[in-house]
């Protein structure tokens, strides 16, 4: 039976009160958020609206107004959502949440008209404001609205791609509701005669079942699914794609690709050299598909024997206090002051919510927001993966702890590409504490080694592959060639084949793996999985090998926020990602692992 949210200890509970004393406080804040309680709301910046060509005092005062509305209703919104994690059906909370969503709505509509009118200023009057000494703070502030102009088109045709957008999103809507709610995959018998069930959930337990039988027919009868649908879905993802390459065209890129990494100021190398690097790379893939065909010994090998783990599961299991003591002592290459703040809120300032309650979100997730310390949701139950996933959070957590201390408030969000750096690199941390914890256990080295070379495939590896399917047919689409099953079944086979190589036998079932991806429709956004585990192993690398200048760059990346771009911030911490080096020191770590795995 779960205990209910009001049955926890409060000390095994994340310490909200902090935050604000109580749910008054809460209201009160909220009463003043909106500067009036007459709409229109916030009139100081209403009125700011059509001044921005009339100096720059104007516009530093809307950005100011801006940001500090802003970072009251972002106070607002993540004490809302905690609270309402703790119990999705606690009535007080659910509702604070909604109104503080609707609240942010309405004033993403009511501060919607700078931008365009910012991009609507003369070149002239744009460099003078950005050699001004008065904007001097909010420099790459501005810097990073300006770069959109040479792809901001005028007024009437912005509003016209404005009133297309909903429409065109409808492929991404068609795959969910299709794959989400209208698709019912068939029940089936397992290998003891047992009849089982199949959905999204349980495919990926039975992935991981030693009971071979299960999985292929699971394997198989989900596949099977998605090709009796192959024409509706080969035509649905086309329109995807055409989405895509229309706005590309629409905005003056050269490439879908490059119009969905301008915005991150990412250059289109980055991806090309992950997918070349990964190429190049190939046979160590390879040699692990052949060591998990000889170590399985079922004959042959095939994809849905990729997910059972190869060693026999070993019990790694901690409570949550020796689980925090590892976390805590894995960091210690990151210097005193960060293993200090770091055990302070593991432990003491009670950042983490450790236990599963009736009604809790379920998963794991760092938050907090500039004025509250991080705050870690958790459903701890002690197993290895949980360990890892605490490890991770509090990357993330330390990441945000370190830019909130040093950072205004405009660069204290950090983007995707680079978030999720940290988290990864701290459990990597965590394996090599963990590997010379049990130096003389040689059953549960091998289990740590074996998950270790799992996550690399499944997010280096499969993760590449996934990008470039989708940079293929997107250049396919650009020379005109329609996107047929055949062509989609065809392209697929040919990646999964120069992937996993010969020790793999694809099953004609695997041709249709495209068909169930909801990433691509999610426009060249899994590269970022690849790129980001690679960054944080070849930094983990120069941080555990090298000096202080290693350690303190890396620092001074997680205190940078969202100040400079992305591929610059990584370059702080001392990584190049237009370069190969990162991916291919990830790719040298996955052939070390393999080689004491053998
Ligand atoms: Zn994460």
Redesign the pocket.
């Known amino acids: 039976m779960l205990k209910k949210r009001t049955d926890i200890q409060e000390k095994d509970t994340w310490d909200i009160k902090s935050f604000y004393p109580d749910f008054e406080s809460w209201e009160q804040d909220f009463k003043f958020a909106t500067e009036t309680s007459e709409t229109p709301y916030w009139p100081s910046l209403i009125n700011l609206q059509g001044t921005l060509s009339e100096g720059i005092d104007k516009l530093v005062e809307t950005f100011e107004i801006t940001l500090r509305i802003e970072r009251r209703l972002e106070k607002l919104y993540t004490y809302a959502h905690l609270r309402h994690d703790e119990d999705t059906t606690n009535d007080l909370y659910k509702t604070a949440f909604e109104r503080i969503s609707s609240l942010l709505h309405t004033f993403h509509t009511a501060s919607s008209w700078i931008h365009p009118e910012l991009l609507s200023l003369s070149e002239e009057q744009i460099t003078s404001y950005l050699n001004a000494p008065q904007i001097i703070d909010y420099r790459f502030h501005l810097e990073k609205i300006i770069r959109m102009k040479p792809h901001t088109l005028s007024k009437n045709t912005e509003k016209l791609l404005a009133l297309a957008a909903k429409p065109l999103s409808g492929y991404q809507q068609i795959f969910s509701s299709m794959d989400d709610a209208d698709f019912d995959f068939p029940s089936f018998r397992d290998g003891y005669g047992e009849e089982r069930e199949l959905t999204h959930a349980l495919y990926s337990q039975y992935m991981r079942s030693p009971d071979r039988i299960l999985r292929e027919r699971a394997c198989k009868l989900l596949h099977q699914h998605y090709a009796s649908f192959e024409n509706t879905l080969s035509s649905n993802l086309s329109g995807q794609v055409e989405t895509q390459i229309f706005y590309a065209k629409a905005r003056h890129y050269k490439s879908a690709l490059e119009a969905a990494l301008f915005p991150d100021a990412v250059e289109t190398t980055v991806y090309e050299t992950l997918i070349d690097t990964v190429r190049n790379n190939i046979d160590a893939l390879h040699e692990y598909t052949q060591v998990r065909k000889d170590i399985l010994s079922l004959g042959d090998l095939h994809y849905y024997d990729l997910y059972v783990p190869l060693v026999k599961s070993c019990s790694i299991e901690m409570s949550y206090e020796e689980a925090a003591d590892c976390v805590i002592e894995s960091v210690r290459v990151l210097g005193s002051d960060y293993q200090k703040a770091l055990a302070q809120g593991l432990k003491e300032q009670r950042w983490v919510d450790r236990y599963e309650n009736l009604h809790k979100r379920s998963g794991a997730y760092s938050s907090g927001c500039y004025d509250s310390h991080p705050y870690i949701l958790h459903n701890y139950t002690g197993t290895l993966n949980d360990i890892y996933t605490l490890a ?1 959070e509090a990357g ?1 957590s330390m990441h945000s702890y370190l830019t909130w201390k040093t950072q205004p408030f405009h660069y204290s969000q950090y983007s995707i590409f680079v978030a ?1 750096v940290a ?1 990864t690199f701290n459990e990597n941390l965590l394996t090599n504490y963990l590997l010379h914890y049990y130096q003389d256990d040689e059953q549960k080295r091998a289990y740590i080694i074996n998950q270790q070379l799992e996550e690399i495939r499944g997010t280096l590896f499969r993760q590449t592959m996934f990008a470039e399917f989708e940079l293929r047919i997107h250049q396919l689409a650009e020379a005109n060639e329609p996107l047929t099953p055949k062509r989609l079944r065809t392209l697929y086979r040919e990646l999964v084949a120069f992937y996993y190589g010969d020790a793999l036998n694809i099953d004609k079932e695997i041709d249709w793996e495209w068909a169930r991806i909801p990433h691509f429709y999610y426009n060249f956004y899994v590269y970022q999985y690849a790129t980001g585990i690679s960054a944080a192993h070849a930094l983990c690398k120069g941080v555990s090998e090298g000096g202080s200048a290693e350690k303190a760059a890396y620092l001074n990346f997680l205190k940078a926020g969202s100040s400079a771009k992305p591929l610059d911030l990584l370059r702080i911490a001392g990584v190049d990602m237009t370069g190969p080096t990162a991916v291919q020191a990830t790719i040298d770590k996955f052939r070390s692992l393999l080689k004491d795995f053998n």
């Open positions: 991770h993330h999720e988290s």
